[in-house]
């Protein structure tokens, strides 16, 4: 992760069998947009962020964490 | 392209948004031309001004079927466009803003030199040239931020449903042929 903010997005997509599209199909971004969070390069919005934890059952800081260094 | 059918509006919104980034660097350079017109003289003058007002009629053409079929798809939904703002949207604000910057610098540099050695130039010399610099550094501003890193290639797993889903016994299961 590359950004200031680490996130779990792929594991949980991976437990759900989500693909990006799909799961941007879901929160109302495009998939970019999903692409760009996972890979650190946009820190997203606390709307998105929030319905992304909302997606998956689990509260916001299980997916995003703020980076070690 | 022309985008599909299947195209979610949060996808046409960051394609539109493209297409004005396109159409704002082109805009640019038709104000650069006619910015560059006051400072050359003979046919390179001439061309200049032939290709201005093609290129304002180039980035409007460009926007124009978008912008009606963005309207289209607001109207025909009945609601507003609502979805939370994305990577596209956010790095088109951020353009706007070195725009902005690259803009008001320019005026800051030039305008010393509007009394001096530029001074037998016309105002709209340094009105063009100003919103072309501000529009260009807008439009390669968002090609630069926007550029496809690895971040293009999906992740695409299974379509398998999801575990609650999958978790549920099928009518076959039950049935135990």
């Known amino acids: ?69 | 392209m022309f985008g599909n059918k299947n195209e979610t509006m949060p996808q046409f919104v960051d394609r539109f948004l493209k297409r004005i980034a396109l159409a704002v660097t082109i805009m640019a350079s038709s104000y650069g031309s006619g910015a560059f017109s006051h400072l050359v003289e003979g046919s390179a003058r001439d061309f200049l001004l032939m290709v201005k007002d093609p290129l304002g009629l180039l980035a409007a053409l460009i926007v124009l079927p978008m912008f009606i079929k963005m309207m289209m798809k607001i109207i025909r939904s009945g609601t507003k466009h609502s979805a939370p703002a994305g990577y596209i949207a956010e790095t088109y604000g951020k353009s706007a803003g070195n725009g902005f910057a690259a803009g008001f610098i320019f005026l800051v540099l030039i305008e010393p030199m509007s009394g001096g050695m530029l001074r037998h130039l016309p105002p709209e010399f340094f009105i063009q040239s100003a919103i072309a610099v501000l529009l260009g550094a807008l439009g390669i501003s968002f090609f630069i931020l926007s550029r496809d890193g690895n971040d293009e290639i999906d992740d695409e797993f299974d379509d398998e449903p999801e575990p609650e889903a999958a978790n549920e016994p099928t009518q076959d299961q039950g049935q135990g042929t």
Do not use: C, W
């Open chain 1, 1 to 69: 992760m590359s950004g200031p903010l680490d996130n779990r997005i792929r594991v949980y997509r991976a437990e759900h069998r989500l693909s990006q599209g799909a799961l941007a199909d879901i929160i109302g971004v495009s998939r970019k947009t999903i692409s760009t969070i996972e890979v650190g390069k946009f820190v997203p919005s606390t709307v998105i962020s929030l319905k992304i934890a909302r997606h998956f059952g689990v509260p916001v800081e299980d997916i995003f964490s703020l980076a070690e260094h």
